[in-house]
């Protein structure tokens, strides 16, 4: 069935930039709600940035201003645009989309790794 295959991940440095996709594949045709968490070693996923196909999108205060998340419904993949990273944001990321249907699905994750 439906699958959130995620790739962009990897090593920045401090201050760099991140491109995160999502993309799905199945049976899913658009999306009712994406959004996108992440899970630092021994802590809880937590929610990082979310967009409902109103066009509203909230973010985690640590993020606001940094990061951007993005759909193209023609390939069927959201993005989180990641820039002035920071240690912290040091974590596996994980996507979720919601379909029309009130399916839900997650990414396997991909790692991201701040460091100099």
């Known amino acids: 069935q439906v699958q959130l295959v995620e790739s962009g991940g990897g090593l920045v440095q401090p201050g760099g930039s991140l491109t995160l996709s999502c993309a799905a594949s199945?049976?899913?045709?658009?999306?009712?709600?994406m959004a996108w968490y992440r899970q630092a070693p021994g802590k809880q996923r937590e929610f990082v940035a979310r967009?409902?196909?109103?066009?509203?999108?909230r973010y985690a205060d640590s993020v606001k201003g940094r990061f951007t998340i993005s759909r193209d419904n023609a390939k069927n993949t959201i993005y989180l645009q990641m820039n002035r990273l920071k240690p912290e944001d040091t974590a596996v990321y994980y996507c979720?989309?919601?379909?029309?249907?009130?399916?839900?699905?997650w990414g396997q994750g991909t790692q991201v790794t701040v460091s100099s």
């Open positions: 199945g049976s899913i045709f658009s999306f009712a709600a």
């Open positions: 967009m409902n196909n109103a066009g509203m999108r």
């Open positions: 979720y989309i919601s379909a029309p249907s009130g399916a839900d699905y």
